[in-house]
């Protein structure tokens, strides 16, 4: 038998992304928006397809939208990157200023795409260990990059999946640390409108910052997969080198400039989902669990008595679809749950009830 060609060792040592995509009637695993997006921008949509000149290559600079959110932040069009998602986003950050001979730094646990996506691009990884209560302290970074000297540090600010808010003395001491070492840090804000504080405000062209955010989550467009990118003008001109070219597909310009007019309704949704999110924080701790305070869309939780995994299949059986954590290092028998309508977290918490009342468990080989 001839040989087969053989991807590079490190690729074929990876695992790739796994988040089953299962039919239930309560979908709370992925962290999307339980809202549809606002009828006024389907609307403004639908009207601006018949416009749209598919024939044509789109934009490449993506020039509207970019100046679009260029406004939203009081920022150049230049200081903006968008891409098709945050994770392209990320990608290309690591094709940039990752690949063969470099290091990119995280803090587990986080976002696994992180390392997943330094790795696809030849980027050696470093871990950090978050403490405890998967908190990150200032002195935890400044040790780090002091002894990796890394040339992407990825922080995560609400962190998925732990959804721990950094302290307000993280990100300026991973700057400092970063300003002498040569690095870029890279803070993933892809819950950051559930939060109170955001890295935005420390941008700035003199310092190696850039902040990715994206429409899946607060947006309520996990659908168009968009994600962008602020950051200093000389470091995203790298990034616009590694990108393919019309990588931004017409439609999707479009609609996420539209969306952009539609603020007010995003910010409605986003603070329906936060007290709804506080409500279901509350109802956890009412029952025997391990919970951990939220600033996103989603709750962190363990299970004291039971497995993880037997309560995440004992949700299945009520066709209530959680994030299984339970396997993942650090997180051992956690689960995740994103927030949804209140008819749907109040779904999640009578069967999370009725599964932890469940006393034939162990009664299995
Ligand atoms: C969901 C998520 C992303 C990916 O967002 P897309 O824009 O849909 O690619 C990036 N970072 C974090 C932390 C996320 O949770």
Wanted: net charge negative.
């Amino acid at each position: 038998m001839p040989e087969r060609p053989s991807a590079r060792p490190e690729i074929a040592a990876l695992e790739g992304y796994h988040s089953p995509q299962v039919d239930v009637e309560v979908r709370l695993n992925t962290n999307e928006s339980p809202f549809p997006p606002p009828e006024g921008w389907v609307d403004a949509l639908a009207d601006a397809l018949r416009d749209l000149r598919l024939n044509r290559y789109p934009d490449r600079a993506a020039g509207e939208l970019r100046g679009a959110l260029a406004a939203r932040y009081g920022v150049d069009a230049q200081q903006v990157f968008c891409a098709n998602g945050s994770n392209e986003v990320l990608q290309t950050v690591l094709l940039a200023y990752g690949g063969p001979g470099r290091t990119a730094a995280v803090f587990e646990p986080t976002y696994a795409m992180h390392a997943q996506i330094a790795r696809t691009t030849g980027t050696r990884v470093v871990a950090g260990r978050r403490g405890e209560e998967f908190e990150l302290t200032a002195a935890a970074v400044r040790d780090l990059v002091a002894a990796e000297r890394p040339d992407v540090l990825f922080l995560c600010s609400p962190n998925n999946p732990t959804g721990t808010t950094d302290a307000p003395d993280v990100l300026p001491a991973a700057l400092e640390a970063l300003d002498a070492s040569g690095g870029l840090l890279v803070v993933d804000e892809a819950y950051g409108q559930f939060a109170d504080s955001s890295a935005v405000d420390l941008l700035d062209d003199e310092r190696p910052l850039v902040v990715s955010r994206t429409f899946s989550k607060t947006w309520a467009l996990a659908g168009l997969r968009l994600g962008y990118l602020l950051g200093p003008a000389w470091c995203l001109a790298e990034l616009e080198k590694v990108v393919l070219p019309y990588h931004l597909d017409a439609f999707k310009q479009v609609a996420g400039g539209l969306a952009l007019r539609h603020e007010a309704a995003m910010g409605e949704r986003v603070a329906a989902l936060v007290a709804e999110r506080e409500r279901v924080t509350t109802a956890l701790g009412g029952l025997p669990l391990r919970v951990w305070p939220s600033g996103a869309n989603f709750v962190l939780f363990r299970p004291e008595a039971r497995s993880g995994h037997d309560v995440w299949q004992g949700l299945l059986d009520c066709s209530v679809l959680v994030r299984n954590c339970a396997s993942w290092e650090g997180l051992e028998g956690c689960l995740r749950v994103t927030i949804g309508t209140a008819a749907e977290n109040d779904r999640f918490l009578a069967a999370l009830g009725e599964v932890l009342d469940d006393t034939t468990e162990g009664t299995e080989p």
